[in-house]
């Protein structure tokens, strides 16, 4: 029996990631496997925003899992950043290293180091590398999907000549970002620019995605940094301009990771279990036949059959009962159901259930149409996470409001916000909220800020996240 989600959503969690087979504990505390059903859906994940990210004009690339300590030391915030998560290499066999090796926490001092002999002209710009790889942080308090000492990301990094490029590259990623959570993932997103205490290690600024999830709590699912030349700097990346002087180059990075696998299980899943949009689905229908009968099995290869560039399973295992397997497929996301037993063949009829609703309908064989069934479920979890989002948003008039709200209901707080990290901190230390981000969307009226009530013009979205 699963948990419900209002009685432990941790655990409810839990529960459905190890329940659905997406992935299971590791023999190394911190770490998971990632089993095939989960692994499935990270490659349609993989497949599809390749495409996006090669329509932004990126090539895929490959560099070493090691980067030598003295390069994660040259850009001084950076290794600040990133050093208490960083695992170390200190030995080669039985022989200890001249140099430390730390395992990549992110690549943009392994990859920098060699753009400099990349970049020599403007000719040679822009630059833009991809990277999918796996990625080590250590983390004191692992949770699977969602913080593990290993991930598997994507990673872009690329160079222009201008800040202005830089910048409209950091906006392109983060569009691409929120158009593939809506679009594929069916998960509403808001845009926005991270403030100074919460941007990446070396950024100039970071524009980040932000997700409600069901338990009221934030997910970041993407994030995107223009990094000014705080990196070329330190690692001498320069080219020369058409006049032929030379310029520091202007950089940006941004990534994805298979945490955004925990936020597909906490932005659509239900006490029955996960719920999968169609698009990266490893299986969109799963075919159950009621009877074991021979008509019932030549029903479905007609059906079958019928099902051209859907990806399906028939589930014939006769151990298990129809009722046993609907509950394991409900459990699994699998977002449409057919069932099939002598009543359905003898009226050339579909009985099936969408995984959203549940609700069971049986129609003509020649009316059934499972791409339009799919795409409109597609478009419905967006809209739900959408309503849920819109729903879950709240104004508030004081502090104590804003207490209440945090620590009762959950959800965005949309206010303002003075800018003073003091405030920020003050926040955090009493209520455990964080600013998610300044949305792109500001409308400019005149607020006060919510901890301090001095004057403020500036909108930011406030949750606890995850
Ligand atoms: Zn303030």
Redesign the pocket.
Known sequence: MLTKQKDDFAKWYNDVVLGADLAEYSPVKGCMIIKPYGYAIWENIQKAMDIEIKKLGASNAYFPLFIPEKFLKKESEHVEGFSPQVAWVTHGGNKKLQERLAIRPTSETIMYDVFKNWIQSYRDLPLKINQWANIVRWEMRPRLFLRTLEFLWQEGHTAHATKEEADEMAESALRMYQGFAQDWLGIYCVPGKKTEAEKFAGALYTLSVEALMKDGKALQMGTSHQLGQNFSKSFGIQFLDEKGRKNYVWQTSWGVSTRMIGGLVMAHGDDKGLILPPKIAPYQIVIIPISQDGLVKNHISKIEKSLKEIRFITDNRIQQTPGWKFNEWELRGVPLRIEIGPKEVKENKITFVLRNNLKRQTIDFKQFNPKKLLDSLQKELLAETKNFTEENTHQVKSYSEFKEIINKKGGFIRTY????S??EKKIQEETKATIRCIPMRQKNKNGR?I????E?KLEVFFAKAY
Do not use: E, I, N, V
Not at 417 to 420: F, H
């Open positions: 916000w003075c800018g003073d003091k405030c800020c901890k301090c009530g001095k403020s």
